[in-house]
């Protein structure tokens, strides 16, 4: 967390992100967790940057990843 500007950023570092399944509900989790202290700082809420050392697609996950990505 760092504030500028009376911005309040966040970055997150986490080792793995499930593409599929489970990165949006982090990316929801996360922001959740900025929202909470940006209003218990009185900060407005300014940049959230994510970064992920693994953000990964299950074998088991490509039927139905390729069902929806396939046709973009």
Request: proline residues 1%; glycine residues 2%; aromatic residues 16%.
């Amino acid at each position: 967390i760092s504030i500028k500007d009376n911005m309040l950023n966040l970055t997150a570092i986490m080792r793995s992100n499930d593409a599929w399944k489970i990165a949006l509900a982090d990316f929801f989790a996360i922001s959740s967790v900025h929202d909470y202290f940006c209003t218990q700082l009185k900060k407005q809420k300014g940049f959230y940057n994510h970064f992920s050392t693994s953000y990964h697609l299950y074998e088991s996950d490509y039927p139905s990843a390729f069902s929806v990505l396939g046709h973009l």
